[in-house]
C-alpha cells in the first residue's frame, strides 16, 4: 500500500515544531547581516527573551561588550559564510546581564540553488559542565599538593597494555635525575632489594586475586643509595569483573624504619645497662668481703703462714683486685656514657693528686724492682677537677705503665704547665705501640698486640681514661717515642671550668 508522501509546507510544519520542542538548546535562525529572524522556545529558556523581544536584534546582543568592541560577533560570522560552520566556547549574555558559558555552532544556510540565505545558530549552556571541569580540576591541584607536601609518589599500572605511569614525585623517589622511560609490569621490581624481590613479586600476583596491593620493603635507587618504602594499590575492574588497571602510591619511610631500630637498640642498651648494674653489684659486694678475708689471712692476722700459702693467698688478692678493678672500670664507663655531667668538681691541687697517685702504686712496681720517678714543678695553680675520677685516669694510666715495663725497668711520671693547660705525661720502657694500634687504641674493649700477648685485661682502662679527661674538657693521645722501646701517654687539661672549654662533655 502506497502512503502519502509529505508535502513541502507539511515538512516545514513539522520542523518548525521540533525546533520549538528542543528546550536544551538554543536554536537560532539569522539573516545574512546576523540579525535574528527566527527564535526557538529552548533559546527563551537559556537566554531570557522572548521571541518579540529579539527578532530583528542583532546576534551581538548576546556577546559581552568587550566582545563585541573587538569585533567577534562579525568575525565569527564571516568564517562561517566562508568555511560552512564556525564553532567556539566561550561567555555569553542573557538578558538579566548575567553571563553563561557556552558553546555555539554557527553554521550558513543556503538554498537549493546554493545561494547563501543566513545562518543558523544553535547555543547550548555548558556553565555547569565547565563549573564541574574546574572544581576537577581544582580537586587535581590540591591532591598534587597534598601528595608532593606528603613527600607521596603515585602510580597507575595498566594491567591490559602492561605500561606503568609515575608521577614526578615517584621518580625523584626512585633516584631518577630526569623523567624516566615508558615502563613495563617488571620495572619496579628492579628496584627491589634482592632479600625482598621474592616477597614482592607475590605481593604482587596476590594483588591481582584480592584487589588490594601493600608491602614494606627495601630498595636500591638509581644512585645507589638503599632506602625503605611503603607501597599501596587498589585493583580496578572493567564491568565484567576482570582487572583492568591498579593505581597507587609509594612512600619514603627510611626515617620511620630507622627511628624504630634505634628505639629497639635503646631499649636493648637499657636493658643491658640494667643487667651490667645489677651483675656488678652482685658480684662486686661478694669480692670486697673475699678480699678482707684474704687480706687478714695475707697479714697473717689469723695465724701463720708457710711460704707457699702466703703466695698462693697473694695470687688470690691480686686476682680479686684486678677483678674489682675491672668492675668499677665497667661500671664508671656506663656511668659515663649515660651521664656526660657526671663529674663531681671542686678544686683540686694536681701536684698531690700525681703525687699520692704514685704513692699507691709504689708498692707494687717495688715488687718488680720497677723505679717510678716524678718530675713536679715546685707550684701549680688549683683547678676545678672530679678529683675522684682523676685519680682514676691516674691509676689506670699508671698501671698501664707497670705492665708493660720490664722487670728491673722505669716508669716516668712528668707535670708541667703550658699556657692555660696542665700536661701530665706518663712514660715507660716497654715493647712500644705501633703506630697502626694507635688509632684503636682509645675505643671499647681495644687492646694492643703487646696487651693480649702479656697483660691481659679488659681493653676498658684507656677508653674511661679518654671518657674521664675529654668530660673535663681535655685531650689525650700516645706521643712519638724518640727511643726504640717504650710508650708515653700524655694528657693534657684546661686550668679553667671545663663547661666553659669543652664540647665533648
Not at 466 to 474: D, F, L, R, S
Request: with cysteine.
Amino acid at each position: 500500500m502506497n502512503q502519502k508522501r509529505p508535502t513541502g509546507q507539511e515538512i516545514d510544519e513539522r520542523f518548525h515544531l521540533l525546533l520549538a520542542g528542543v528546550k536544551d538548546y538554543a536554536i537560532i535562525i539569522l539573516d545574512e547581516s546576523g540579525v535574528v529572524v527566527s527564535w526557538n522556545e529552548g533559546a527563551q529558556y537559556i537566554k531570557g527573551y522572548s521571541a518579540e523581544e529579539i527578532i530583528g536584534k542583532h546576534v551581538s546582543t548576546f556577546y559581552p561588550s568587550e566582545d563585541v568592541a573587538a569585533g567577534k560577533p562579525e568575525s565569527e560570522l564571516k568564517i562561517a559564510a566562508k568555511d560552512g560552520r564556525f564553532e567556539d566556547e566561550g561567555w555569553r549574555l542573557r538578558k538579566d546581564g548575567s553571563k553563561f558559558y557556552a558553546n555555539v555552532v554557527i553554521s550558513a544556510l543556503v538554498d537549493e540553488e546554493g545561494q547563501f540565505r543566513g545562518f543558523a545558530k544553535v547555543t547550548r549552556d555548558i556553565s555547569e559542565r565547565k563549573e564541574v571541569e574546574r572544581e576537577l580540576r581544582e580537586a587535581k591541584q590540591r591532591l598534587n599538593l597534598a601528595l608532593e607536601a606528603g613527600e607521596v609518589g603515585v602510580w597507575e599500572y595498566d594491567l591490559v597494555n602492561e605500561k606503568i605511569w609515575r608521577s614526578a614525585k615517584l621518580n625523584e623517589l626512585l633516584g631518577f635525575q630526569t623523567p624516566a622511560n615508558d615502563w613495563h609490569s617488571d620495572s619496579f621490581l628492579t628496584f627491589v632489594a634482592p632479600e625482598h624481590k621474592g616477597y614482592a613479586e607475590r605481593m604482587f600476583e596476590g594483588a591481582l586475586e584480592t584487589g588490594h596491593f601493600s608491602i614494606e620493603c627495601k630498595i636500591v635507587r638509581t644512585d645507589k643509595a638503599t632506602r625503605w618504602i611503603s607501597a599501596r594499590g587498589e585493583t580496578v575492574k572493567n564491568a565484567l569483573g576482570e582487572p583492568i588497571r591498579m593505581v597507587g602510591t609509594i612512600v619514603d619511610i627510611t626515617d620511620r624504619i630507622e627511628r624504630k631500630d634505634q628505639e629497639k637498640l635503646l631499649a636493648v642498651m637499657k636493658e643491658r645497662e640494667e643487667f651490667i648494674a645489677t651483675l656488678t653489684h652482685d658480684m662486686k659486694n661478694p669480692l670486697i668481703g673475699a678480699n678482707r678475708v684474704l687480706e687478714m689471712l695475707v697479714t697473717e692476722k689469723c695465724g701463720r703462714l708457710t711460704q707457699q700459702q702466703a703466695e698462693l693467698l697473694g695470687c688470690l688478692k691480686d686476682s680479686n683486685l684486678s677483678l674489682l678493678n675491672l668492675i668499677r672500670n665497667v661500671v664508671d664507663v656506663y656511668r659515663y656514657e649515660k651521664d656526660s655531667n657526671a663529674l663531681v668538681l671542686e678544686h683540686t691541687d694536681l701536684i698531690e693528686l700525681v703525687t699520692s697517685s704514685v704513692q699507691r702504686i709504689n708498692p707494687i712496681a717495688q715488687l718488680r724492682g720497677i723505679q717510678v720517678t716524678t718530675e713536679l714543678p715546685d707550684q701549680i695553680n688549683e683547678a676545678l677537677f672530679d678529683s675522684n675520677a682523676m685519680s682514676r685516669v691516674m691509676h689506670n694510666l699508671l698501671d698501664n705503665a707497670l705492665k708493660f715495663a720490664p722487670d728491673m725497668g722505669n716508669v716516668r711520671v712528668r707535670l708541667f704547665c703550658q699556657g692555660i693547660e696542665s700536661i701530665v705525661e706518663i712514660e715507660d720502657d716497654g715493647p712500644g705501640i705501633t703506630p697502626e694500634e694507635r688509632s684503636q687504641l682509645f675505643q671499647r674493649f681495644s687492646q694492643g698486640e703487646a696487651g693480649r700477648k702479656y697483660a691481659g685485661g679488659s681493653g676498658l682502662g684507656l677508653y674511661l681514661c679518654k671518657q674521664i679527661i675529654e668530660a673535663h674538657g681535655g685531650k689525650i693521645a700516645i706521643l712519638d717515642n724518640q727511643k726504640e722501646k717504650g710508650t708515653i701517654f700524655q694528657f693534657r687539661m684546661p686550668l679553667q671550668n671545663p663547661a666553659e672549654h669543652s664540647s665533648a662533655a
